[in-house]
C-alpha cells in the first residue's frame, strides 16, 4: 500500500491511507526525505488518522522521518492522532519525542506557517518575501 | 454437660417430635411475649447497642423482631424476615446503625429466649436438651438471615452511592475558545484516572483545543500509578496536539511525582487554577484586559 505524497505550496502532505507494512513505512520514509529535497519544500505534514494502531515500529519511523527532514532542512509535523491511539502509545512509552504533532491537518498546516515564518525571519529571508509558488 | 451432649449427637431426636418440640417452644414464647420482649430490649441498652435509636424505637422493632422471629420458629419460613430486614436496614442504615450492632441484637435475642428455655426446664434436663435441639439449628438459621440481609443492603446502598460518584466525576470544560479546564477533586482511583484521560483525550478532539488546564487543587494525594497515569495523559494530550498546564499541586503530589521521576520538562506546572489560565492564555494570544471604567453594578 502505497501512501500518495501531494505536494502543496512549500509543504508535502502525506496522508495514511490504510495500516502500513514495516516495508510500506520505510519506503514513505524514504520517498519523503528524498522529496523534501527534490521541491525544496519547508514542511511536512504526516497525516495518521485512520491509524487504529501505531506499533513501535511505526513510532520509531515517524520519529525518524521527523529528524531525516529536520537534517535536510524542513519541518516535519504529525497529525490526526485518534484519543486511543495516542494513550496506547503514552502507554508503551512511544511519545515521540521531540517531534511536533498538532490535532488534524488544518492546525499542521497552521503550525508549520508560524513556523516556517520564524525560520524565514531568522534566516533573515522575509523581507523578500516568499516569492511565487512552484507551479 | 459435654458427655450429655455428645450423647444427644449421636443419637438425634425424630423430625415429627423436633416440629412438636418447636410447638411447645413456640407457645412458650406467646405466652411469654411481653416479659421477654422487656427483657431484650433491656440487654441491648444495657449492652449499648443501637444508641443511634430512641429507647422506644428500639422497643418497637423489638416487638416486631420478636414477632417475626418467633413466627420463623413456628413455620421455617425466613421469607418474611428477610424481607423485614431488609425493610429494617433500609431504615437504619441512613442512621449509623453498624453490622455489629444488629448482628449482636439478633444474638442477645437469641440468648434471651435460650435462658428462658433453661429456666422453663431446668428440672427436665432431657427434655432442655431436646428443645435446645430443636431451637438452636433454627435460631441460627434466623441469626444468619438478619445478619446477611443487612450486609447486602449495606453493600446496595455503597454500590449506589459508587455509580453516584462515577457520574458525577470530572466535568471537562471549555472556558475559551480551544481552553480547556479539567477541575479534578476528590480521590483518584486507577479507573476514575482512565476515565478522565479518556474524557480529556475526546474533549480535545471534539472541541479542538490547543491548551488544557488541570487543575489539582482538589487533590490531597495521588500514589505513584496515578501520578504516571497523569503524566501519561499530558504525553498523549501532547500527541493530539494539545499543552496541557497543571495546576494546583499539592506537597505532597510534588514529592509523588519527584519520587517517581517526572520529567519536568514535559510537565507545565503553575501554581494555581488563575496563574494556569492566565498563562493559557498568553500561550493562545489572548490578552484580558480591565476596561477603564468599571460596570457600578458590581
Known sequence: MEVPILKQGHYLIATFQAELSDADLLRLRDALVTQVGKFRSRGVIVDVTVLDVMDSFASRTLRDIAHMIRLRGAETVIVGFQPEVAFAMVQLGLTLEGVPTALDLEEGLLYLDQKTKVREYELGTLSRGRGKPLS | ?298
Open chain 2, 1 to 298: 454437660m459435654n458427655t450429655v451432649n455428645a450423647k444427644t449427637v449421636t443419637a438425634p431426636p425424630p423430625a415429627e417430635s423436633i416440629a412438636t418440640l418447636l410447638r411447645e417452644l413456640v407457645a412458650h414464647l406467646r405466652q411469654n411475649r411481653t416479659q421477654l420482649r422487656e427483657e431484650w430490649a433491656r440487654r441491648i441498652t444495657e449492652a449499648k447497642l443501637l444508641t443511634a435509636m430512641s429507647r422506644e424505637e428500639i422497643f418497637a422493632e423489638a416487638t416486631s423482631v420478636y414477632d417475626n422471629y418467633v413466627e420463623v420458629l413456628e413455620t421455617g419460613a425466613v421469607e418474611a424476615l428477610q424481607a423485614y430486614a431488609r425493610n429494617l436496614s433500609e431504615r437504619i442504615i441512613p442512621r449509623g446503625v453498624e453490622t455489629d450492632e444488629v448482628v449482636g441484637i439478633v444474638l442477645l435475642l437469641r440468648d434471651v429466649l435460650a435462658r428462658s428455655l433453661f429456666a422453663k426446664y431446668q428440672t427436665d434436663f432431657k427434655k432442655l436438651n431436646n428443645i435446645l435441639d430443636a431451637y438452636e439449628p433454627a435460631a441460627n438459621r434466623i441469626a444468619n438471615t438478619v445478619a446477611v440481609g443487612f450486609v447486602q443492603e449495606r453493600e446496595r446502598v455503597i454500590r449506589q452511592q459508587q455509580e453516584a460518584i462515577r457520574e458525577l466525576s470530572t466535568p471537562v470544560l471549555q472556558v475559551r475558545e480551544r481552553l480547556l479546564i479539567l477541575p479534578i477533586i476528590g480521590v483518584i482511583d486507577p479507573l476514575r484516572a482512565r476515565q478522565l484521560t479518556e474524557q480529556l483525550l475526546r474533549g480535545i478532539r471534539t472541541n479542538r483545543a490547543k491548551v488544557v488546564v488541570i487543575d489539582i487543587t482538589g487533590v490531597a494525594a495521588m500514589d505513584s500509578n496515578v501520578a504516571n497515569h497523569l503524566v501519561q495523559t499530558v504525553e498523549a494530550s501532547r500527541l493530539l496536539g494539545a499543552t496541557v498546564i497543571v495546576t494546583g499541586l499539592s506537597p505532597e503530589i510534588a514529592n509523588t511525582l519527584v519520587t517517581i521521576g517526572v520529567d519536568l520538562g514535559k510537565m507545565n506546572t503553575v501554581g494555581d487554577l488563575q496563574g494556569g489560565i492566565e498563562e493559557a492564555e498568553r500561550l493562545l494570544g489572548y490578552k484580558v484586559a480591565q476596561i477603564e471604567q468599571a460596570p457600578q453594578q458590581i
